[in-house]
């Protein structure tokens, strides 16, 4: 039994749909093995925004060094739950750029072999790919200020496995002297 089958036996109303009869896990998380606990921490987040069964994740993959994580939901959600669910996701996809595709360690980019991928200093292989502060670090977050969808950016600390604020004028200044 592989740690996917496991999450999804511990998570079935994330993951498992039937059709016909016949069960089925169209989000089967077919990623790196070091990902492991990135992909559980995401459906413990999602689970408990979601406790009921009505979100299930539809897709989930390893691409260009990166977890990407489709979700719907069978009813709507309120907009705050909604946002939890975008938010859990948002983490996963973030913290898998900078996570050992290997080991789970905390990593960075590197390209190998028409790939790329991240990895810690131990399972580095190829060219680390470059980094430019201010702009692969930042992501932008949905919220919800007085009643209003707004958008923030943040940054992505894997020690926190949180984001956290990044002010507009920083990251120019990062951008001019870095």
């Known amino acids: 039994m592989t740690w996917q089958d496991d999450l999804i036996r511990r998570y ?18 077919r990623c790196y093995d070091g990902w492991q606990n ?28 990166a977890l990407r ?23 996963a996809e973030a913290r898998s750029l ?3 595709a290997e080991c789970g360690a905390e990593g960075r980019l590197f390209a190998s072999a028409f790939r790329i991928f991240p990895a810690c200093k131990g399972h580095q292989q190829g060219t680390a790919v470059p980094v430019i502060s201010g702009f692969h670090d930042v992501f932008l977050r949905r919220g919800i200020v007085r009643r209003r969808s707004t958008l923030e950016r943040v940054r992505y600390d894997w020690a926190l496995d949180a984001f956290v604020h990044a002010p507009a004028e920083n990251i120019a200044k990062e951008k001019r002297h870095g």
């Open 69 to 91: 994580v489709h979700w719907t939901s069978r009813s709507e959600l309120p907009q705050r739950s909604a946002l939890k669910v975008e938010e859990a996701v948002a983490l």
């Open 12 to 29: 079935p109303n994330l993951f498992v749909r039937s059709f016909r009869g016949v069960p089925f896990a169209p989000g089967y998380p």
């Open 98 to 100: 900078s996570t050992c």
């Open 38 to 65: 990135v992909v559980a921490r995401l459906a413990e987040r999602v689970a408990a925004v979601s406790g009921d069964g009505t979100v299930y994740f539809t897709h989930m993959v390893a691409e260009h060094g």
